[in-house]
């Protein structure tokens, strides 16, 4: 069965930038669906898995109010429903899951409750529908405008075709662009396209960031819960790529700055602490008698996938590579219950278990792998390793001023290995600006992306892919179709013509999304 709908704003895709695209047209009760191809929203935060990854300067600037109100309630969701010690409740820092990567890591089940509520009252009052388990599948356009899509309802196998006004491309891979005939770029562009001191000599659109097919565990030393052994685990086992120092499953990896051999550890014997990374559950901030187990997220040098590309490639081909990432990350944890060396000189740690409740699915992997490149835009402004690099501008403390600036951010130029066989890339960069120009395609004028599929390269997706900045990206473009909508003009316009720009910035800066660094 088939039915059409027409709204004002569709949103394709209900991670990060989704969510805020949504929250910021909700403020202007601007009629809106926000499609999601899984049960789950919040992306990178959820049904990926990974906690957030933040600046230095995150609790004080540095990211919108929207932002920040969705930490706090992340905070205030803990403090309210579960029996945190006092000294923890009182914490203004409260960090649930005590892992060290992020100020705030947590659950993702927490992120999903803490977004539902946030867009709930939208839902409730007729200006937000979100609908679950839609593919993208089809786009029909007229000239320079996309006039509806068509989705796959995957749980009930019906279609739908919505007709909008304006489209956003909040995807993890960017899966509208090729739908839309919107022009965009993958992989490493070439030097002489970009000047990039660290871009290719030559285009390699095949060449990408790992994927991650993240996993959540939990550890009772007294427990077995070896898993059967998977599959593929020979292949991994065997595993070593040319740039690595010693086996892929072993306790060395390779420092992503220095490329050096850097020891590994699971609970900090030495060198780096693996479970402690990204631990979402920390057993130390409950009253003893109520402390459960702590719970890690495994996205791991060991469990990053470089073998092969998902973007556009043949579905099988795509699809025997997503199963590998599977097959990878449980291959892991296979060796670590059973071969893993141990500082008493055993080995295996069995009491390693999965955790399904965590993820939300039936396996404990995440709903969906954690992507870092996707399909990026040819967009009216490019954002190249010369704007933002310390190397390149060894005298500033900013990156490059950008006057159309809609939002900033901060993180290194931060490159997994790729598969065209690269090691890491990890370049220092300094505190960035998001350019609107970035938002906007070069052709088509009524669809904006509102992720990791802006205008950005190969390198410098490596720091504008980051939790706080798709947020800020997805709030911006939410904000800017709503200044469209209600000034009846179009985001083109509004990127030349100053008037328009300055309007569209003072809207920016009163709904709390700061425009330059204060440092």
Not at 288 to 302: F, K, R, Y
Not at 366 to 375: G, V
Not at 404 to 409: M, Q
């Amino acid at each position: 069965m088939e039915r059409e709908v027409r709204t004002r704003v569709l949103i394709v895709g209900g991670g990060v930038g989704g969510c805020a695209c949504a929250l910021a047209l909700a403020s202007h009760r601007i009629p809106t669906i926000l499609t999601e191809p899984t049960d789950w929203l919040g992306g990178q935060l959820t049904t990926q898995a990974v906690p957030p990854d933040e600046h230095r300067w995150i609790e004080e600037q540095g990211c919108t109010q929207r932002y920040r109100a969705y930490r706090e309630a992340v905070r205030d969701y803990y403090r309210r429903y579960y029996p945190l010690k006092p000294a923890a409740r009182e914490d203004p820092y409260l960090n649930p899951g005590g892992g060290w990567v992020s100020r705030l890591c947590h659950e993702p089940k927490v992120g999903v409750a803490v977004l539902n509520a946030m867009l709930a009252y939208p839902q409730m009052g007729g200006w937000l529908t979100v609908l679950y388990h839609h593919k993208p599948i089809e786009a029909l356009t007229e000239g320079d405008f996309v006039r509806a899509v068509r989705f796959l309802n995957t749980a009930t196998g019906d279609s739908l075709i919505v007709y909008a006004d304006y489209f956003v491309d909040a995807s993890e891979l960017g899966d509208l662009l090729p739908l839309a005939s919107v022009e965009y770029v993958t992989g490493a562009e070439s030097q002489r396209e970009t000047g990039e001191p660290h871009a290719k000599p030559e285009p390699e659109p095949h060449n990408m960031q790992a994927f991650t097919w993240c996993m959540a565990l939990g550890y009772d030393p007294d427990g077995d819960y070896t898993i059967e052994k998977p599959a593929q685990y020979e292949r991994w086992r065997a595993y070593q790529p040319p740039f690595w120092h010693a086996p892929f499953f072993s306790w060395t990896d390779v420092h992503p700055i220095t490329l050096q051999p850097r020891p590994l550890s699971l609970f900090g014997e030495q060198g780096v602490a693996l479970f402690t990374y990204r631990q979402i559950v920390n057993p130390a901030i409950y009253e003893p008698h109520l402390a459960p187990e702590p719970v890690t997220i495994v996205n791991w040098p060991q469990n990053d996938y470089f073998e092969g590309n998902i973007l556009d490639v043949p579905e099988a081909e795509a699809s025997a590579h997503l199963e590998s990432a599977r097959q990878l990350s449980l291959s892991l944890l296979y060796w670590l219950q059973t071969e893993a060396p141990r500082p008493d000189g055993e080995v295996g740690y069995p009491g390693l278990r999965l955790r399904p409740d965590i993820t939300g699915t039936p396996d404990g992997l995440a709903k969906a792998p954690y992507i870092r490149e996707a399909r990026r835009i040819r967009a009216r402004f490019t954002v190249c390793e010369q704007h933002l690099s310390a190397a390149c501008r060894p005298n500033a403390t900013l990156a490059e001023p950008f006057p159309d600036t809609v939002g900033v951010g901060h993180y290194r130029i931060d490159l997994h290995p790729t598969t065209g066989g690269d090691t890491y890339l990890d370049i220092d960069a300094l505190p960035f600006q998001i350019p609107l120009g970035a938002l906007l395609p070069i052709r088509v004028r009524n669809l904006l992306p509102a992720c990791k599929n802006i205008g950005t390269t190969h390198i410098t997706n490596g720091c504008y892919r980051l939790h706080p900045v798709e947020w800020n990206i997805g709030e911006a473009v939410g904000t800017l179709l709503a200044f469209c909508l209600e000034q009846g003009t179009e985001p083109h316009h509004v990127y030349e013509a100053p008037a328009l720009l300055a309007a569209y910035q003072a809207q920016l800066s009163a709904e709390g999304v700061q425009l330059r660094w204060q440092l």
